[in-house]
């Protein structure tokens, strides 16, 4: 399934080493890459006029060839990374403030996994922890400091910035999404070569209901961006094309575009979820996480 999801939700930090978490599995482990972006922060400093290309190699191909050139989702773990970064003064703050705050870190991953795997008994995972880019400011600050992004089966990415409120509760509802999404993968990738809108829509939903489910005072602000009115007009706009398998297309509905609205897929395939769901508490979490994106359809209010 090459055409699997981009999801802006994760990726870097300092001192690459690994450190065993807590939860039901002790060999779940916990990697802080912010030595890579040290790395590229000392030779740009040297060599400012080469700061793209030294981003390349130290950060942009040194990561993927060493951590996820054999992960399901890779290729998106490639193109998450290949945006440069400018503004290396604030980078290095970022850093510093996740060195700071490693052990809430290591401390919350662990409770969420434990939590998550009371509710769903997955294989142990390796969570790779990075700074923001100072680029992405706003939008980090938009997703309450925290960005997510499943790499694959085994591996979950975390993009943290502590300087933004309430990041230490989205990073627990941020590793409960992305274990779901995980798990899925395990259990599901390559059993399709299809990857239509409503299989991202589902998708995304499944991850967003787990994660409320775990932490119900959680707010996730893209899965509250409409309105019962907005998410209507959406779900007619977009349900010719739930077919779709153009990527293109598929990132404008879920981030929103000049055509559609900023964060509307995800609030729609949260909604979608939860309406399947709701009127079904007897399916375990285990259970409709592998349940096809269609069954899902037919369970919702969305017809």
């Keep these: 399934m090459r055409k699997i ?15 065993p978490t807590f939860g039901q599995t002790t060999s779940d482990k916990i990697i802080f890459l912010t030595d890579f972006y040290t790395t590229f922060l000392n030779k740009a400093k040297a060599d400012n006029k080469s700061a793209d290309s030294i981003y390349k190699e130290t950060i942009h191909t040194s ?24 503004n290396t003064s604030e980078l290095k703050k970022s850093i510093d403030r ?7 870190i290591k401390a919350k991953i662990a409770g969420a ?3 998550s795997r009371q509710n769903i008994d997955n294989d142990s995972l390796t969570i790779y922890i990075i700074p923001v ?14 960005m997510g992004l499943t ?29 779901n999404h995980a798990y899925w993968t395990n259990m599901n990738f390559g059993k399709s070569t299809k990857w239509t809108l409503l299989d991202y829509l589902v998708f995304e939903g499944r991850g967003d209901y787990f994660a409320h489910m775990l932490y119900p005072n959680v707010i996730a602000p893209w899965t509250i961006s409409l309105t019962e009115n907005q998410k209507s007009d959406l779900w007619n706009k977009i349900k010719p094309n739930l077919q779709s398998e153009d990527i293109s297309y598929q990132m404008e ?10 964060w509307g897929g995800y ?37």
Excluded at 5 to 19: E, G, Q, R
Excluded at 63 to 75: L, T
Excluded at 170 to 178: D, N, P, R, S, T
Excluded at 267 to 286: E, H
């Design 98 to 104: 996740i060195s700071l705050n490693q052990e809430t």
């Design 151 to 179: 790499a694959g089966s085994k591996q979950i990415i975390l993009t943290i910035e502590p300087d933004v409120a309430g990041w230490e509760n989205m990073l627990e509802y941020a590793v409960a999404h992305e274990f």
């Design 133 to 146: 880019n100072p680029d992405s400011r706003q939008l980090i600050e938009g997703m309450t400091g925290i």
């Design 253 to 262: 509905v879920m981030f929103g575009s000049r055509n559609y609205p900023v």
């Design 267 to 303: 609030s729609v395939g949260y909604d979608l979820v939860l309406t399947a769901l709701t009127n079904n508490k007897k399916i375990k979490a285990i259970n409709w996480t592998n349940l096809e994106a269609v069954k899902i359809l037919e369970l919702s209010k969305y017809k």
């Design 5 to 19: 999801i981009k999801t802006t939700f994760l990726t870097v930090i300092l001192l690459a080493n690994l450190v």
């Design 63 to 86: 990561i993927y060839d060493k951590y996820f050139k054999k992960s399901e989702y890779g290729y998106i773990v490639k193109d998450f990374l290949a945006t440069p970064i400018k």
């Design 113 to 115: 996994l434990k939590k």
